[in-house]
């Protein structure tokens, strides 16, 4: 199925870097969402974009609603061993049959050294 | 708040059988989820439920596969004649969405999966 591209694959980083991720897509989304997922669980919902060029924080990390609609950026500032895991973008385009369905990236693993 | 349950969380299952997986969403979300996550890969969507009404379904969602959500409550995701393929993490999110289109909320919240693995 369709699937964005998400980038890094892979970082690893030392505690207290900060980390920087990004997805695009050649389809236009309406909204942006960043999850989190821990091995062998669901993911968990970080923060979510609704407009173009939207900046929105939550504690540590930052994400951007990129103004073509096609991309979007996670940054993640001063690391902790606890930030591991698997983060994931989705996208979402509501309208005409479309009812809000998530197409995600294939994940950035992280991996934190203290 | 309780989130999303689901149940069971692993199940192991010889090819050829049926299994059937339960979610329970957050209780004042109209809209139901199911997605499927292979080793690697994002979530894909299988299919979709506005309250007790199914809407929308992947063409990953073969015959074999069948779900159902009565009286808009919790929902029932039943594989039929399971192959090794189909051996995957089993995913249903639920969200509070009002309308369609630019404006509505579509922040979906995940329950923690169901683990299938089909020998």
């Known amino acids: ?114 | 708040d309780t989130g999303v349950s689901q149940d069971p969380r692993h199940k192991i299952t010889k090819r050829g059988q049926n299994v059937t997986f339960r979610c329970d969403p957050i209780s004042e979300h109209n809209r139901l989820y199911w997605y499927r996550q292979t080793l690697g890969q994002g979530p894909e969507f299988l299919t979709y439920f506005q309250n007790e009404a199914q809407l929308e379904k992947s063409r990953l969602l073969s015959d074999r596969f069948s779900a159902e959500r009565p009286k808009g409550s919790f929902s029932t995701l039943e594989i039929q004649r399971t192959e090794q393929g189909d051996s995957a993490m089993y995913l249903c999110a639920s969200s509070f969405t009002v309308g369609q289109g630019r404006g509505a909320i579509y922040e979906q919240y995940f329950g923690p999966g169901t683990r299938l693995t089909v020998t």
């Open chain 1, 1 to 114: 199925g369709q699937q964005l591209n998400q980038s890094p694959q892979s970082m690893f980083i030392q505690e207290g870097e900060d980390v920087s991720m990004n997805c695009t897509s050649s389809s236009i989304f309406n909204t942006w969402l960043w999850y989190k997922q821990d091995p062998g669980e669901g993911p968990v919902l970080l923060i979510a974009l609704y407009k173009a060029g939207e900046l929105t924080s939550n504690g540590r990390l930052t994400a951007q609603f990129g103004i073509t609609r096609k991309d979007s950026f996670l940054n993640i500032s001063a690391s902790i061993p606890s930030d591991v895991g698997i983060y994931f973008c989705a996208g979402s385009y509501a309208g005409g049959t479309s009812y809000g369905k998530l197409t995600f990236g294939q994940g950035t693993i992280l991996t934190v050294h203290p």
